[in-house]
């Protein structure tokens, strides 16, 4: 049964680098059109995609935070991770990683997610 | 600021028919695919509604998407206590850079 859990600090303070890590279980990473990426929801307030990583290191990451958002994959650990840099409070958040699914990596959708975990930058 | 438009709140008693609406445009659902999730309270959000209609494995025929121009809609029949979530949709936006966007949501109650 497929599983993903997201781990990392809980507590970022302002301007320094937001990392996570998920990590998947019951299942292979490196499995063909499956994609993995993190979306993120503040506190009461809807969701947005953040990015995804294949198996192979392709990404592809939403334009408004692109110049902040790094993704990698560690296809030995079953892993895959997040580093958002120079936070903000606007970047307190539940993050969730999700498995996407879909023929390419630009049209495919989350269809599996983990549970979250939040992240509180402070000041 | 999301470009897909859901409203905020929809209601219904047990048994009802309810319908959420979500306004796009041609660069995201006039062009691809429309995708729903369920939020329970608490939880981490359910694929609910894939490729505009599909329902994945173990989704109740009680919920339906459907598409048209650049609007999209989930219905929920038989409302049940269970239902009360918020309910989000979703598709590619290829304007400009693409990326997945992700509509206002919506939150279900059953009165």
Redesign the interface.
């Known amino acids: 049964q497929l599983q993903l859990q997201e781990s990392g600090p809980g507590l970022v303070k302002s301007s320094e680098t937001l990392s996570l890590t998920c990590t998947v279980s019951g299942g292979s990473i490196s499995t063909y059109a499956y994609y993995w990426g993190w979306i993120r929801q503040p506190p009461g307030k809807g969701l947005e995609w953040i990015g995804n990583i294949y198996y192979t290191g392709s990404t592809h990451y939403n334009p408004s935070l692109k110049s902040r958002v790094t993704m990698s994959v560690d296809t030995s650990k079953n892993q895959f991770s997040l580093n958002l840099s120079s936070v903000t409070a606007a970047d307190t958040a539940v993050y969730y990683c999700a498995r996407h699914v879909g023929r390419t990596q630009l049209w495919s959708h989350p269809d599996f997610w983990g549970q979250g975990t939040l992240v509180t930058v402070s000041s | 600021q999301?470009v897909l438009t859901q409203p905020p709140s929809a209601s219904g008693t047990p048994g009802q028919r309810v319908t959420i609406s979500c306004s796009g445009s041609s660069s995201n659902i006039g062009s691809?695919?429309v995708?729903w999730?369920q939020q329970l309270p608490r939880?981490?959000?359910?694929?609910l509604i894939?490729t505009d209609n599909q329902r994945?494995s173990g989704v109740p025929d009680r919920f339906s998407g459907s598409k048209s121009g650049t609007s999209a809609s989930l219905a929920i029949s038989g409302l049940r206590s269970e239902d009360e979530a918020d309910y989000?949709c979703?598709a590619?936006d290829d304007s400009?850079?693409?990326?997945?966007?992700?509509?206002?949501?919506t939150k279900v109650t059953v009165l």
Request: charged share 5%.
């Open positions: 999301s691809n695919n995708y999730y939880t981490a959000p359910k694929l894939s994945p989000y979703a590619w400009l850079s693409a990326s997945y966007v992700f509509g206002t949501g």
